[in-house]
C-alpha cells in the first residue's frame, strides 16, 4: 500500500510542481475566463436580451449566469492541457517509464487523473477570488458545496483528454485535436446560454446541448453553487467519467489499445 501512496504523490507533486514554475500556464489559465467574463459578456447579454441597464445588480445578471460556464473552462482546457503533457511524456519516454513500472496502470492513469483534477480546481478558486472582487458572488456557501461537483466534473474532462492523447501520434497534431474537441464540447453547451433560449433557434442544438456531457458538469456547478443538487447532472457525468476512463485504460494499454498501433 504504500507503494501506491508514494507513487500517487510522486505524481501529485510533478504535476502540481510543474504548474506553479511554468508561470505562462498559469497566468492564461485565468486571462481567458476572465476575457470572457468581463468583455464578451457584454455581447452576449445584449444577443439574449438581458438587462443591460442598472441597478447593478441587474447588470450583472448575466455575468453571474455565465461564471459556472467559465469554471467548466477552465476545467476543460486544464484537462486538455494535462493530455497534452502526456503526449509530450511520452515523446520524451518519461512516461514509457512511469507505464512499465509494477504498479496497475489503471491506477497510474488515475494518479495522473486527480493531479490535473487539484490543479484545475486550485484554478478555479483563484478564479472565483478575482470574481468576487468584481461582485459576481454566489452565496458563500456555495463555495464549499461546489468542491465535490468540482471533483466529478475535473475527473470527467480529465479523463475525455487521457483518452484523446491515447489516439494522437505526435505532439504537433495535439493543436488541431485540441480545437476540434473543445469548441464543440463549449459552444454547444449551457455555458453561454440557457437550453431555453437555444430550443427557441435550433431544435437539433438543443438536444446536442442538452446531451453534451460538458453541458451537465456545468449544470452540476451552476446547482451546486447555489445550493441545490441536479442528480440527472449528477449521474450523467459520473458515466461520462466511467466510460471515458475505461477506454483511456483500454488506450494505454500496449497489448490491447492504441500504442500498440504506433509502435
Excluded: C
Excluded at 80 to 94: I, N, P, W
Excluded at 194 to 213: G, I, T
Aim: proline share 5%; net charge positive; no cysteine.
Amino acid at each position: 500500500m504504500i507503494h501506491y501512496w508514494r507513487a500517487m504523490m510522486g505524481i501529485v507533486g510533478r504535476e502540481l510542481s510543474r504548474f506553479f514554475t511554468q508561470r505562462e500556464r498559469f497566468i492564461s489559465a485565468l486571462v481567458r475566463p476572465l476575457i470572457w467574463l468581463f468583455v464578451f459578456a457584454a455581447g452576449f447579454r445584449a444577443a439574449l436580451g438581458l438587462a443591460i441597464t442598472p441597478p447593478y445588480e441587474t447588470y450583472i445578471l448575466y455575468e453571474v449566469y455565465i461564471t459556472p460556464g467559465l469554471i467548466g473552462m477552465i476545467q476543460l482546457f486544464n484537462g486538455m492541457q494535462s493530455s497534452l503533457s502526456m503526449v509530450y511524456d511520452r515523446e520524451m519516454g518519461s512516461m514509457r517509464i512511469l507505464l512499465v513500472s509494477p504498479l496497475p496502470r489503471w491506477f497510474l492513469l488515475l494518479s495522473k487523473l486527480l493531479a490535473g483534477t487539484g490543479v484545475s480546481i486550485l484554478q478555479v478558486y483563484i478564479f472565483l477570488a478575482i470574481a468576487w472582487g468584481y461582485d459576481i458572488r454566489a452565496p458563500l456557501e456555495g463555495y464549499a458545496w461546489v468542491i465535490f461537483p468540482l471533483i466529478i466534473s475535473g475527473l470527467m474532462l480529465g479523463a475525455l483528454g487521457l483518452l484523446l492523447s491515447s489516439f494522437i501520434k505526435q505532439l504537433e497534431n495535439f493543436a488541431g485535436v485540441m480545437n476540434f474537441v473543445i469548441f464543440p464540447l463549449f459552444f454547444m453547451s449551457t455555458a453561454l446560454y440557457p437550453l431555453w433560449k437555444m430550443k427557441e433557434s435550433s431544435e437539433f442544438l438543443y438536444l446536442l446541448a442538452q446531451y453534451n456531457p460538458f453541458s451537465q458538469a456545468v449544470e452540476l456547478i451552476r446547482f451546486a453553487l447555489y445550493g441545490q443538487f441536479n442528480s440527472f447532472a449528477f449521474i450523467y457525468t459520473t458515466v461520462a467519467f466511467v466510460m471515458f476512463m475505461a477506454a483511456a485504460i483500454v488506450g494505454y494499454n500496449p497489448s490491447k489499445g492504441m500504442m500498440t498501433r504506433k509502435g
